[in-house]
């Protein structure tokens, strides 16, 4: 109550993560449980290439949140945005990340894949790119997920960058959790194919792992034997 | 335990030699081939390599105060590079390790950087950037292998601003003083220009700022532009090395590779660290640089935990990723 800050009020923030781009504050905004997204001026970058970066995500991540859950995503509603301090307020989500089930164990990973993939069936078919899908961005609260972190979203309508949604995915299972990678990876596909772009989706991905040094695949092809 | 290592994946011939004692580097020997102009050519390379290699071989040892005798093992870099240039690396251990009857050790040229970073940073659990000309690549070790968690996808950094120096004629030489041209000519910079910043999740791409940066050459002054790509590519590193250590929750960073020596990107790394309570352990110059004692050093590692290779199977492997590795002495 005390902290009355520009022209919003908020009740005591309080820095509950550090994200990369971003501080995230925990708070009440008008006496809803909130959080503030804050992104951080960074001092290693040239100024305006800062405010450029800073506030084109801001804006960007807002409208894409919105269309997000307007094609029945759960995400944070969002409350209120202060473009000028680079800030989006959003709804408190309590739960945990996807990451840490996987991790402790606490949900059974096949199920967790579908989950996924039905959201980036709706993400991708309401032609938006998340841009930054990794297990540490998805949310799980009440057995429902919830899908955060907008900052490096897209309107789009090129497979390529639906390709790198999974593709970003699919590595962060492989560099974090490569014991059920497989497992999470085929709940993922069971939803996510009923997407009308799939297949070309799953070519893009596996054109994007080769043409990247992503080489398994292309090593064997090509002069390997020299 | 003593194993001489031969480098030679792309434009540096270098011997070194390693012991499982300190000060561990006994010898680091190399030359390294300028192009008069314009970029390498396989079988320039391959020419200059074969031309330098028994001397370099020769001065290693001496360096070393060893004879071949006394060495327990050859260690190679099998790739990743360029098939002409390690093929002939490949020969030189192929025959040393036959005439004299030594062990043919196979070392991935990226795990030698890494390694050697290890061995001079005395780092512990960092998350590493390698950045060398032919790569760009955050990885950390997890069960049993260098796991990336981002890489470049298309070109590298180092590559990409290396070609950019060359397309606008301020390169070849590319490090002059220890600077690279690009940090030069930034010197003179007066505004920053508008060039693509592409960031995919810890991924990154440095093709269409190249472009888009030669296209501008016609609009804008080249300071200007040197200033505005290595502002934009080494943001756009800083900030997927931001994603790794938020999902990493590392306290170091260790930088390896030869774009480690550049002044620009430890000075954005420094303002890194002091927002992130991490530290910065760079590679030492000398072992920053493609070079032999850090193919010796990892081969000496792999050799004590029994990796081998026999003769007739150390084929050359242009394109062997760091991630494929089994790596049993970091277990």
Redesign the interface.
């Known amino acids: 109550m005390e902290n009355r800050r520009g022209r919003y009020s908020l009740e005591e923030l309080k820095l509950l993560k550090?994200?990369?781009?971003s501080q995230i504050y925990e708070t009440y905004f008008l006496g809803i449980h909130a959080i503030v997204k804050k992104r951080i001026s960074?001092?290693?970058?040239?100024p305006?290439?800062d405010r450029?970066?800073n506030l084109e995500r801001t804006i960007m991540e807002a409208k894409l949140m919105y269309n997000a859950l307007k094609s029945g995503i759960n995400v944070p509603a969002i409350l209120y945005i202060d473009k000028d301090n680079f800030s989006i307020i959003m709804e408190f989500i309590e739960g945990i990340t996807v990451?840490e089930v996987l991790w402790k164990n606490l949900y059974d990973p096949k199920k967790i894949g579908e989950m996924i993939g039905e959201i980036a069936l709706r993400l991708h078919s309401s032609q938006i790119a998340h841009?930054?899908?990794?297990t540490?961005n998805l949310i799980l609260k009440e057995n429902k997920l919830f899908l955060i972190d907008f900052g490096?979203s897209k309107r789009t309508n090129d497979v390529e960058d639906f390709a790198?949604d999974v593709?970003?995915f699919l590595?962060?299972l492989?560099?974090?959790h490569?014991d059920k990678k497989d497992e999470v990876f085929d709940g993922f596909k069971l939803t996510y194919s009923k997407f009308k772009l799939y297949e070309k989706v799953m070519e893009t991905l596996k054109d994007?792992r080769m043409?990247?040094?992503y080489?398994e695949e292309?090593?064997s092809k090509?002069?390997?034997?020299? | 335990m003593k194993v001489l290592g031969i480098e030679s994946t792309a434009h540096t011939f270098g011997v070194g030699i390693a012991e499982d004692k300190p000060p561990f580097i006994l010898a680091n020997v190399r030359d390294t081939y300028v192009p008069k102009s314009g970029g390498m050519k396989p079988g320039d390379l391959a020419r200059h390599h074969a031309t330098v290699a028994p001397d370099i071989l020769a001065k290693a040892l001496e360096e070393a105060k060893t004879s071949i005798e006394d060495i327990d093992g050859i260690a190679v870099a099998l790739g990743p590079g360029m098939?002409p240039a390690?093929?002939i690396g490949a020969v030189v251990a192929r025959a040393l390790a036959l005439k004299y009857n030594k062990k043919l050790i196979p070392v991935n040229h990226g795990i030698g950087h890494i390694e050697i970073g290890y061995l001079t940073t005395n780092a512990k659990d960092p998350l590493i950037l390698y950045l060398s000309g032919g790569n760009t690549i955050i990885t950390t070790f997890?069960?049993g292998k260098f796991?990336?968690?981002g890489?470049?996808?298309?070109i590298a950094l180092g590559n990409m601003m290396d070609v950019f120096v060359r397309e606008v004629n301020l390169a070849p030489p590319y490090v002059v003083n220890g600077k690279h041209v690009i940090d030069i000519c930034a010197e003179n910079a007066k505004d920053?220009i508008?060039l693509p910043?592409v960031?995919?999740?810890?991924?990154m791409s440095f093709s269409g700022l190249l472009t888009a940066a030669l296209r501008a050459t016609k609009k804008y002054p080249i300071p200007d532009i040197c200033y505005s790509i290595r502002?934009?590519a080494?943001?756009m590193l800083?900030?997927a090395t931001?994603?790794a250590?938020?999902?990493t929750e590392k306290k170091e960073i260790m930088v390896v590779g030869g774009v480690a020596a550049s002044v620009s990107l430890r000075?954005?790394?420094d303002?890194?660290a002091?927002?992130?309570s991490v530290e910065i352990k760079i590679v030492p110059p000398q072992f920053s640089g493609d070079n032999g004692a850090m193919i010796a050093y990892a081969g000496l590692l792999a050799l004590k935990s029994g990796v081998t290779i026999p003769i007739e199977e150390s084929?050359?492997?242009?394109?062997w990723?760091i991630d494929e590795v089994d790596i049993p002495w970091r277990n």
């Open positions: 550090r994200g990369a781009e960074k001092a290693y970058r040239d305006k290439l450029k970066i990451k841009g930054d899908l990794t540490n490096l790198t593709h970003v590595r962060s492989e560099s974090v490569p994007i043409r990247g040094r080489v292309r090593r090509s002069s390997n034997r020299e | 098939g390690l093929r997890y069960e796991r990336i968690f890489e470049t996808l298309d920053l508008d910043y960031v995919k999740g810890q991924d502002e934009n080494f943001d800083l900030e931001e994603r250590l938020a999902l000075s954005k790394l303002l890194l002091k927002d992130w084929v050359v492997k242009p394109r990723r």
